[in-house]
């Protein structure tokens, strides 16, 4: 299979560029630190992978979270992606994807591929595949990333034209790497709805490098290496994975210490971490990283929004940034986080070209750390009584057991000096992730796993006017900046307008960057071939023992 791309669109960024993220491999025989061997032989033994990341809905139209991606890309097809040590779109499902025109991105499939149930796998799917997600335009979905994508055309069963609103799309190929990128099986899939998970293992409608086998919603999933698949990944090593959620991380730690998983990823507290790398059967193994922590503050229902009854723009601006003011970004990475989480300043993290520390100036002390006085000076200008009184919201099961003491030190962090009064809450994800975007809370705790290498990811998600927070933010030299800068060619100038959409945030507040850091996986001693690829995802294919 001939497989080229156009150096249209190629935004490669270096491996090196990122923070580092751990990857701790317990017992002496540890992990690789590179991809699994197609030639290696594969083991009839299941691996067992534990986390607590737990899936939203396998449905790709109906989920933004990692929990549900590292199931989806187990065994969704994509027509691109990138290849394990890269991050350099290539085509994956696809035989080529090149753009064709300025405003035309042409895919060419090879013929006869099937899904698992045995139904034909052509371009009819994945017009499908991308209509329907802009149709159903699901809040917690990512349909919002497919902005600048005007229609999808099937001329025959192995061609598919996408047609862009604007040319010289920057981003365009990175994106259909990820979350809007999976394809899917029209004859089973909904085309203006969700469709349940089971009606989707019932009807087998996959063919990545697995099909699933067994779907218990967040408690266990079977993954069986699908035996046709075509793509770019090497065929599984291994017979299958179990993929088995745990409740608390400490659960997790205990089954690792027990040897009950192979692999634990997502999430171990950093005192977990910490612990384990003390144990002589774990080797500790560095790869990519860019995740990042955030407060998102709802526009509408903030204290002073624009739907409360003492609706103010100019003091909902001073308590946003009066909450700047006052966090302690050092003080959470160093009691919290024990340095695997370090300050971010901005919105586009550390390693990523077109970074900057927006925020070190503007609030605060000016070099990173809390100032008192100031917040309280920026609440009496705009005439807030004190304390202000804000609900602020966090998942104690999404983002690691360490969010309670995050949280609970933010809490302390704003009351410190009298100014604020929270009311501190927690949700479990499943019903956190609906009623976030639903406006029940003013403030709340997100966090962000990249889906492609590049900064357009850490801003288009989250500034355009319809954006995946869903929190009412609205301006439009943000959103022009935005569009502007995923079409410009001139790398010079495109850094630039990155750097000018995080000052302008930065002066908004849309949302509060506080930690950029890593990720971390434990696996048994007798397992090999556990990698974090350079586009941020674990591949379970790879694993053996």
Known sequence: MSRHHSTRGRLALALGAFGASALLLAGCAGGTSGPGNSNAPS??????????????????????????????TQVFPYLVGTDYNSTEV????????????????????????????????????????????????????????????????????????????TENDQVFPYILTSFPGAIVDEEV??????????????????????????WDFNKTVEFTPYADYKGLIDAPVNGGVILSYFAESSNLKLAVQQGDVDVAYRSLSATDVED??????????????????????????????????????KKALAVRQAVADLVDREAISTQVYKGTYTPLYSYVPEGFTGA???????????NGGPDAAKAKETLEAAGVSTPVKLSLQYSPDHYGPSSGDEYALVKSQLEKDGLFQVDLQSTEWVQYSKDRTADVYPAYQLGWF??????????????LKN???????????????????????????????IEKIQELVAGDLSTLPLLQGAQVAVTGADVSGVVLDASFKLRFASITK
């Open 43 to 72: 083991s009839d033994e299941p691996i067992i992978v534990g986390t607590t990341d737990k899936v939203t809905t396998l449905d790709p139209a109906g989920s933004y979270d990692n929990g549900s991606l590292a199931v989806q």
């Open 90 to 165: 290539v085509p994956d499902l696809a035989e080529s994807a090149e753009f064709t025109s300025p405003t035309e991105y042409t895919v060419k499939l090879p013929a006869g591929l099937k899904w698992a149930n045995g139904n034909d796998l052509t371009s009819s799917d994945v017009k499908f595949s991308f209509d329907r997600n802009l149709k159903i335009a699901d809040p917690n979905g990512a349909s919002s990333l497919l902005y600048n994508l005007d229609k999808v055309e099937a001329p025959d069963d192995t061609t598919v034209v996408f047609t862009l609103k």
């Open 189 to 214: 899939l909904s085309a203006d709805a969700i469709t349940p998970d089971e009606d989707i293992v019932k009807g087998k409608a996959f063919a990545g490098p697995y099909s699933i086998t067994s």
């Open 276 to 313: 384990l790398s003390k144990n002589d059967s774990v080797k500790v193994v560095n790869g990519p990283g860019g995740e990042i922590r955030y407060i998102v503050f709802n526009f509408n229902t903030q204290p002073y929004g624009a739907t409360t009854s003492d609706a103010d723009p």
């Open 356 to 366: 900057t520390e927006a925020l070190k100036g503007l609030y605060g002390d000016g």
């Open 450 to 463: 990249p889906d492609y290498s590049d900064a357009d990811n850490y801003l288009t998600p989250f500034f």
């Open 467 to 497: 954006n995946f927070l869903g929190n009412h933010y609205d301006n439009s030299e943000v959103n022009d900046l935005i569009l502007q800068q995923a079409v410009e060619p001139d790398a010079a100038q495109r850094t630039s307008e």
